[in-house]
């Protein structure tokens, strides 16, 4: 069949050429580096600086508030486990309990796709019997990315115009801006799985109770929690009718601010109503945190950018890039004391474009000069000059067929990948300068069998 083919494309030029110009054309639209083809779309492959050998796993997180990592393990973690160890393609399920927080790291064989496996895991969440976690406990599943998914990193500053850092803003106020409109705008950018909030305050009611006013009135620590939960909710009624127009009866509730929550009433007692205020003090304040995120020995709020499994993260960046030149003008300013204006810039912390840039700007020069070098020796060494064109052009059109391969096959553009089509370039040529050789000989020997023949006896 192979003979046939080659036979078949001897005898039928036009259709090689056809074909090589298909190939060369596929080729330069799947390219990861950044050429200008003109007319021809651009479909690059996933770009990356370095490969991703992580193992084929999905993350279960399960949190339980103030409980020590012994509880964890026993009621959460253990009774997880042996429940997700039936999961199709499993291979083995690695777990971590700390203190209010549970890790779960499920393994799958590496032939179990992706997407298959985070959807088998939420069917068995969805379907764990009753009274097997405790009550409130709800294990969720990571986000759809690699260990390598951190492609961005960004942090929220005051400055002014010219770029200078000026400060004024509170952690708590930067940590409000992440949480409620950096972070779903940017979210929203293709290819992000999630934006992860870092650094500062996340700012709630808090609720200080009073043991001694609490034991002279006669409640407990459960009638507080109730009378604070229920007095922020609406209340849905049923509608009246009055001169032929019909009204909806609905009670607010919702807290809008401090005095709501000190307002709501615990108990009552001969008439009176008593009133969280009456026995607790209620502020504004931070909640409990675990860590921090320091820039040059400064204390920051900022985010993380994780990019989606099998996205193309430069690709990813671009678009975070985009959004965030998009939502500049939406960030909130403010006059300082000493007059100078304060804005709120979105500062990149950590861009992985420039690693992946300079890894494809030195790969591809190190293909373009490996290949001149060795079109270079075959003219030299082979000296036929039709031969040479012929083994010469084998190597970029090469190139772009493994370009377009690997966009096939979902391979993303690394310094390994990268690496090895530059090491395959020896193989390509050894073949074909033997094929060439071959044919040479063959013709050579053609010839002179037909002036031997033509020779008198």
Known sequence: MLNKAIKFLIENKLVAVLLLLLFVGWGIIHAPFKWDSGFLPASPVAVDAIPDIGE??????????????????????YPLTTSLLGIPGVRTIRSSSMFGFSSIYIIFEED???????????????????????????????????????????????????????????????????????????????????VASIGGFVQEYQVDVDPELMRQYGISLRNIVEAVRSSNR??????????????????????????????????????????????????????????????????????????????????????????????????????????????LPIVPFYDRTELIEETLGTLEEALSLEILITILVIVVMVFNLRASVLISGLLPVAVLMVFVSMKLFGVDANIVALSGIAIAIGTMVDVGVILSENILRHLQENRDRKQAEQLPI
Do not use: C, H
């Open 234 to 343: 609406d209340i849905g009624a049923q509608t009246l009718e009055i001169n032929q127009a019909e009204y909806l009866v609905r009670g607010l509730g919702y807290v809008e601010n401090l005095t709501d929550i000190e307002n709501a009433v615990v108990a009552s007692e001969s008439f009176t109503a008593i009133r969280v205020k009456d026995i607790a003090r209620v502020q504004l304040g931070p909640a409990p945190r675990r860590g921090i995120l320091d820039k040059e020995g400064a204390e920051v709020v900022g985010g993380v950018v994780v990019a989606r499994y099998g996205a193309n993260p430069l690709e990813v960046i671009e678009n975070v890039k985009e959004r965030m030149g998009e939502i500049a003008a939406g960030l909130p300013s403010r006059v300082l004391a000493d007059g100078r204006t304060s804005q």
């Open 56 to 77: 084929n796993q999905q993350i279960v997180f399960t949190e339980w508030a103030g409980r020590s990592p012994q509880d964890i393990e026993d009621q959460i973690t």
């Open 112 to 194: 179990v796709e992706f997407y298959w496996s985070r959807s088998r895991i939420l069917e068995k969440l969805s379907s764990l019997p009753s009274g097997l976690l405790p009550e409130g406990v709800n294990p969720r599943l990571g986000p759809d990315a690699t260990a390598l998914g951190q492609i961005f990193w960004y942090t929220l500053e005051g400055r002014d115009p010219s770029g200078n850092v000026t400060g004024g803003w509170d952690l708590n106020e930067l940590r409000s801006i992440q949480d409620f409109y950096v972070k779903y705008a940017l979210s929203a950018a293709d290819g992000v799985s999630e």
